[in-house]
């Protein structure tokens, strides 16, 4: 058994047992942390106040043959903005999950955890549809499993115009090899591409400019979602939680 302490930010959250709590963390050198909080949910517990979604904690960790325990838990930075309304939540909630899902156990996760500080910093100052939906596709490039956006996967010719998007082939498919693949391909219009690419250059310090229409909004939410279910062998909870929102 050994005992460490991180710095790390709390991506999942479900109660277990009578008073215990099992937690997924983000930690930048550690990466996903799946760990139990026996007790936190008693009143006394000094760890129940820092023990929330989306809050930034230290916490020291006793490395088990079975299962890692939280011993300590500090609270660092409280992201007030995203449990102030529900539909920050909501949206706050699909991004943790996301994170909980793109990262990965044993491996330093620097950029992606600096990266879901911003993001959870920036919520609350926008429109939380826009922010999640940018998010996720700013997640992704830093899971290993980030998609091709404007080089053909066949060619990697830059995509001029129209062209086909590829989930089992990771990315677009420009019109001259279309006719080589087996592949299902989706349709990917060029109006598509530019928001996708504005998303994922979308700054959370400045206050964004994001003008889109309602149907390129939606396919880049379309194309988000089927490339997660691709990847994501069970269905993200978050999403009922937002289907709620009507
Ligand atoms: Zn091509």
């Given at each position: 058994m050994s005992l460490y302490t991180t710095e790390a930010v709390i991506i999942g959250i479900k109660n277990q047992g009578e008073a215990d709590k099992a937690v997924t963390l983000l930690s930048p050198d550690r990466g996903r942390i799946r760990a139990t909080a026996f007790?936190?949910?008693?009143?006394?517990?000094?760890m129940a106040g820092a023990l929330q979604l989306f809050n930034q904690v230290e916490v020291q960790i006793n490395e088990g043959e079975r299962w890692d325990t939280i011993r300590q838990c500090s609270l660092q930075?409280?992201?007030r903005n995203l449990s102030e309304d529900f539909q920050s939540m909501a949206y706050g909630s699909f991004v943790a999950e996301l994170a909980s899902n793109l990262s990965i156990e044993n491996f330093p996760q620097v950029e992606m955890y600096n990266r879901l500080l911003e993001i959870f910093g920036a919520?609350?100052?926008?429109n939380p549809r826009i922010a999640a939906l940018a998010a996720g596709y700013q997640l992704l490039e830093f899971s290993g499993m980030q998609l091709s956006?404007?080089?053909?996967?066949?060619?990697n010719d830059e995509l001029a115009g129209d062209g086909f998007f590829s989930f089992e082939l990771g990315g677009v498919v420009c019109q001259n090899c279309q006719?080589?693949?087996?592949e299902r391909l989706w349709d990917y219009p060029e109006a598509l591409r530019e928001f996708i690419v504005q998303l994922l250059q979308l700054s959370w310090q400045e206050r964004p400019a994001c003008k889109v229409n309602g149907k390129t909004l939606m396919a880049a939410e379309g194309l988000l979602l089927g490339y997660l279910r691709h990847i994501i062998d069970k269905p993200l909870q978050s999403l009922n939680f937002i289907q709620q929102l009507g």
């Amino acid at each position: 058994m050994s005992l460490y302490t991180t710095e790390a930010v709390i991506i999942g959250i479900k109660n277990q047992g009578e008073a215990d709590k099992a937690v997924t963390l983000l930690s930048p050198d550690r990466g996903r942390i799946r760990a139990t909080a026996f007790g936190c949910r008693r009143i006394k517990s000094p760890m129940a106040g820092a023990l929330q979604l989306f809050n930034q904690v230290e916490v020291q960790i006793n490395e088990g043959e079975r299962w890692d325990t939280i011993r300590q838990c500090s609270l660092q930075h409280a992201f007030r903005n995203l449990s102030e309304d529900f539909q920050s939540m909501a949206y706050g909630s699909f991004v943790a999950e996301l994170a909980s899902n793109l990262s990965i156990e044993n491996f330093p996760q620097v950029e992606m955890y600096n990266r879901l500080l911003e993001i959870f910093g920036a919520f609350g100052s926008r429109n939380p549809r826009i922010a999640a939906l940018a998010a996720g596709y700013q997640l992704l490039e830093f899971s290993g499993m980030q998609l091709s956006y404007e080089h053909c996967i066949c060619c990697n010719d830059e995509l001029a115009g129209d062209g086909f998007f590829s989930f089992e082939l990771g990315g677009v498919v420009c019109q001259n090899c279309q006719g080589k693949v087996q592949e299902r391909l989706w349709d990917y219009p060029e109006a598509l591409r530019e928001f996708i690419v504005q998303l994922l250059q979308l700054s959370w310090q400045e206050r964004p400019a994001c003008k889109v229409n309602g149907k390129t909004l939606m396919a880049a939410e379309g194309l988000l979602l089927g490339y997660l279910r691709h990847i994501i062998d069970k269905p993200l909870q978050s999403l009922n939680f937002i289907q709620q929102l009507g």
